[in-house]
């Protein structure tokens, strides 16, 4: 809208709107009484524009006169010219792939493979334009954070009260591993983790003047009371006292429903599970569990009985983890299994392991390619089940991390945002019911992209994938995502959780009736769904307004061929032909950015925060006969678990970093807060009524949330020492709360 330049000392200013389409010239500096009176003009004619299009939604072809060339210069100015070096007042958007995750100036073990194109798809990213590297031109050089950040658009940049509550938290994890680092630092190497010390990091109510006085520096300083805060953690919420190392049977089923990662548990289809990779590679595809692994746990059933009534469950990681796990045991003080768990549904409505398959390439002939390990019947199988469940929840803490949190929502995301800017006005209904929804996540995946999946970055340190992870994540692009499959009811169906039932609410039939994720996202997909029918059919009456949207039509084209572009020739995408399809594209991207993306991202530290309960990574396979360290592990099975777990400086890196990512700003807003409605859609009663029953929804869907989470009949989030499932709960006060779903990806 800024349309004044100077140049040799003269002011041009242009005005191209039907109501102002006049050029005035050389208005020299000394007629300085003519130029405030134009400048008045302008500030009032172009702030009235402004408010005009902020506060009234227009179609293309609905356009004023008046408004039509800023509008189509708006949208040229935010696409830029995909070219030069962005800067932090720019406010363009354009796309590029991620080749700026390396650094392979700094040598060639920091050099990261390009994720975007043929070899290794990815969702693209937003253009940044920093200059190639040297030892590599198709890399771009990573920014310098100690002296500037990467680039986002200005609408997008991170500022404020956020901010600062995102520095306060990294200040808070440096602080709460001072102890571990010292402990370390004294001992001259990593510190095996031990029980006693792991406890001991967190704050307990009970012990308010307990002083840290085992670590050497805080021995010297004395330090205790009021102040111990500062340098220990707060107690995850789903132990209610740390006294257990190891998550039990119960628990571990419980979480696959309403744990952090509640999206992997399928429908077991066919017993014994098959592999879909090629033989050639990676071995038949048969998996070695076998009938009597299960038959004396399916409770008087047979195998086949069981698959028929629904009983029986997994959790699969053997295809997303076997093509990788060459190279991932490979890296030093890094071991996985590609993991198969079989779960049965007992009468309770609870799920209980029975069996875990553990996979490795079929490399070694003196090491067994497959084993299972079952429900322990003595003290050595008790720790080898116990080891076996280490390795299922570090497989499962690595796929919840790199394919559904980063990939389905955070990458997966970014190419619709930068479409949105790009194609949609601000004057664009679709926009002003997308903004609210789009906030901060550019900013979000920078951070990203500077500190979590870059080299040497949160992910490659803290994960059993380490420098191979982002190779899995492009192999779940390229193999497994489907934007057609990511609103829930779709997602429930795929994974054959739930069947299509129209006599039931939501058009479903939940196969496990207390599936806490699902049972409340479902509340929350049909408050988001009803008000985003309402807003199309407002605006799109018949599928001719939505053929003939030209901005709409572009922006879902280019979001697919340019920001999905290696997946642009799937024939699965939806076709954008009528207000029905418009709705449906819409409710997946809302429901993702701010549902989706709460579910499987606040609960991290209250979930993750006890390490040997969910480990990141694994240090140790598990030990055979013939090994070198089976005898040690029979005189000493606690001290080989505890080895095989992260050292406990590294616990506490992942623990400060997942505190972190797991806070509600100060500044969150809310999905179903309404404090704007009135100003965006002026003029609009119907769309203000829609907002506000959407209001409404979101609040009764709070209150039957809290009241399932009391309904002892509900055992996976109600009973003696069970959490309630508080992640879709939509309000939160700040900070690490466990619940809360934001509008948009705020962290």
């Keep these: 809208m800024d ?57 293309p072809s609905q356009t004023p006169l008046g408004l039509k ?27 590029d792939t991620y080749n700026d995750l390396g650094n392979p100036d700094k040598g060639p073990e920091y050099a990261r493979p390009t994720l975007g194109g043929e070899t290794n798809p990815h969702p693209r990213r937003c253009r940044t334009g920093r200059p190639s590297t040297i030892a590599d031109v198709t890399s771009e050089t990573p920014v310098n954070t100690l002296i500037s950040s990467t680039y986002v658009p200005r609408d997008e940049a991170m500022e404020g009260t956020r901010r600062n509550d995102i520095h306060m938290g990294i200040w808070k994890g440096v602080l709460h591993n001072i102890p571990p680092m010292v402990t370390t630092f004294c001992n001259e190497n990593d510190v095996r983790m031990d029980f006693s010390d792991l406890t001991r990091l967190y704050r307990s109510r009970s012990e308010a003047e307990m002083n840290l006085n085992m670590h050497g520096l805080l021995k010297f300083l004395d330090i205790s009371g009021s102040i111990e805060e500062i340098f220990k953690f707060q107690t995850p919420k789903n132990l209610s006292c740390v006294t257990s190392y190891e998550q039990d049977d119960h628990e571990l089923g419980r979480q696959t429903l309403a744990g952090m990662n509640p999206i992997s548990i399928e429908k077991l289809k066919v017993y014994p599970p098959v592999s879909k990779l090629d033989p050639s590679i990676y071995g038949p595809p048969e998996s070695d569990l076998k009938e009597e692994h299960i038959i004396g746990h399916l409770n008087g059933m047979s195998v086949q009985q069981a698959l028929d009534e629904n009983k029986l469950f997994i959790l699969d990681y053997h295809d997303i983890y076997l093509p990788f796990l060459e190279k991932i045991n490979a890296q030093e003080d890094r071991k996985a299994y590609a993991t198969r768990t079989i779960f049965f549904l007992t009468t309770m409505g609870t799920l209980k392991p029975i069996a875990i398959e553990l996979s490795l390439p079929p490399n070694d002939t003196n090491i067994p390619s497959k084993q299972v390990l079952t429900p322990p019947v003595d003290a050595t199988t008790n720790w080898l ?49 997308l903004s609210h929804h789009m906030e901060h996540a550019l900013a979000i995946n920078a951070m990203a992209r500077e500190s979590l999946i870059s080299a040497n970055g949160i992910i490659e340190c803290g994960f059993s994938s380490g420098k191979y992870s982002t190779e899995m994540i492009s192999a779940a692009y390229r193999d497994w995502w489907r934007f057609d499959l990511e609103g829930l009811p779709a997602d429930l169906i795929r994974r054959g959780m739930a069947v299509p039932d129209e006599t039931k609410p939501h058009g479903l039939r939940l196969l496990i009736e207390d599936y806490p994720y699902a049972n409340d996202g479902l509340l929350i997909w049909s408050a988001i769904q009803e008000l985003v029918n309402t807003y199309v059919n407002h605006y799109y009456p018949d599928e001719n307004a939505v053929i003939s949207d030209k901005e ?83 005189a000493d099975p606690q001290g080989y678990f505890l080895a ?87 309000t939160s006060e700040p900070g690490v709360t466990g619940r809360g779903v934001p509008n948009s990806i705020t962290i």
């Design 385 to 433: 089940w116990r080891l076996g469940k280490a390795h299922v929840c570090s497989n499962d803490n690595g796929v919840h991390q790199l394919v559904h949190h980063w990939l389905r929502v955070h990458a997966c995301m970014e190419p619709f945002i930068i479409a949105t800017h790009r194609n949609l006005s601000i004057m664009h209904p679709i926009f002003k019911l």
């Design 552 to 634: 709409l039509q572009s922006w879902y084209s280019e979001a697919i061929n340019v920001g999905h572009a290696d997946l642009r020739e799937a024939n699965w995408w939806p076709k954008l032909s009528n207000p029905d399809s418009l709705t449906e594209i819409l409710t997946i991207l809302i429901w993702t950015a701010s549902a989706q993306h709460a579910a499987l991202n606040f609960g991290q530290y209250h979930y993750g925060a006890y390490v040997p309960n969910r480990p990141p990574l694994m240090q140790k396979l598990i030990p055979q006969p013939h090994d070198d360290e089976y005898a040690s592990f029979m």
């Design 3 to 59: 349309n004044c330049y100077s140049k040799k000392k003269s002011f041009f200013f242009y005005y191209g709107t039907k109501y102002s389409d006049f050029l005035l010239k050389n208005i020299k500096k000394k007629n300085l009484s003519a130029f405030l009176i134009f400048f008045r003009f302008y500030f009032v004619f172009t702030l009235v524009l402004a408010v005009l299009a902020i506060r009234v939604a227009y179609l």
């Design 644 to 730: 095989s777990l992260p050292s406990l400086f590294d616990s506490t890196k992942y623990m400060a970093v997942i505190d972190i990512i797991s806070a509600h700003s100060h500044e969150e807003e809310y999905l179903g807060e309404i404090k704007d409605a009135y100003i965006r859609w002026t003029g609009e009663p119907d769309i203000i009524d829609a907002f506000y029953r959407f209001s409404v929804n979101i609040k009764k869907t709070e209150n039957e949330i809290h009241r399932r989470n009391v309904d002892p009949r509900l055992r996976n989030r109600c009973g003696a020492g069970v959490p309630p499932y508080e992640l879709l709960i939509p």
């Design 69 to 95: 060339i800023l509008r189509t210069k708006e949208l040229k100015n935010k696409r830029g010219d995909g070219n030069g070096q962005r800067l932090p007042s720019d406010r363009i958007y354009d796309y």
